[in-house]
T-cell receptor, first 114, second 114 residues
Framework: SAVISQKPSRDICQRGTSLTIQCQVDSQVTMMFWYRQQPGQSLTLIATANQGSEATYESGFVIDKFPISRPNLTFSTLTVSNMSPEDSSIYLC???????????FGPGTRLTVT | AQSVTQLGSHVSVSEGALVLLRCNYSSSVPPYLFWYVQYPNQGLQLLLKYTSAATLVKGINGFEAEFKKSETSFHLTKPSAHMSDAAEYFCAVSRMDSSYKLIFGSGTRLLVRP
């Protein structure tokens, strides 16, 4: 498995501002992902964070709104830009290794936009 | 395209009773299948996974699931529910390729009555 931490654990932000969420893993991993979980709903994949190159976004998500960085094999950030109340969600990062398809999840960042 | 359907957004059982959470998948290629559990205000924890080995998969906390290709199902069971099992459960499917992407079902909230 992997131990994953996220910062911040929660935040309340004003509309129009941006928040950067950090994801740190205790060991090197091949794949890192960012998910959104809207209130009372399931998880939706935002993007795959690629080390040293641009993230790969899923349909409906764009880089200008959700810029992602991954400078090395243990760290990634997700920024939620120009926030609106509709961005209020839990944002989770996950990781996967080469040898299996298991994904391990961080504890999530609970974002409320007012 | 792959998809996952979880029947029943809420399941209520008495403590000590059988737990059955239903998951049906759609995939044009052999899938990897997963069950995750999410306790309140926490991230997701992997319960078990199917990766084309044994069709009956045993996981943590006494849970198990059976892969039935003919029924395209991967239902989660536990012989005797415990109060601590109350949580949200997600079924997920992944392609057997290098993308590692997970597609989640809508989730089932398990309520355990004393």
């Amino acid at each position: 498995s992997a131990v994953i931490s996220q910062k911040p654990s929660r935040d309340i932000c004003q509309r129009g501002t941006s928040l950067t969420i950090q994801c740190q893993v205790d060991s090197q991993v091949t794949m890192m992902f960012w998910y959104r979980q809207q209130p009372g709903q399931s998880l939706t994949l935002i993007a795959t964070a690629n080390q040293g190159s641009e993230a790969t976004y899923e349909s409906g998500f764009v880089i200008d709104k959700f810029p992602i960085s991954r400078p090395n094999l243990t760290f990634s950030t997700l920024t939620v830009s120009n926030m609106s109340p509709e961005d209020s969600s839990i944002y989770l990062c996950s990781v996967a290794r080469d040898r299996d398809h298991e994904q391990y999840f961080g504890p999530g960042t609970r974002l409320t936009v007012t | 395209a792959q998809s996952v359907t979880q029947l029943g957004s809420h399941v209520s059982v008495s403590e000590g009773a059988l737990v059955l959470l239903r998951c049906n998948y759609s995939s044009s290629v052999p899938p990897y299948l997963f069950w995750y559990v999410q306790y309140p205000n926490q991230g997701l924890q992997l319960l078990l996974k199917y990766t084309s080995a044994a069709t009956l998969v045993k996981g943590i906390n006494g849970f198990e699931a059976e892969f039935k290709k003919s029924e395209t199902s991967f239902h989660l069971t536990k012989p005797s529910a415990h109060m601590s099992d109350a949580a949200e459960y997600f079924c997920a499917v992944s392609r057997m390729d290098s993308s590692y992407k997970l597609i989640f079902g809508s989730g089932t909230r398990l309520l355990v009555r004393p």
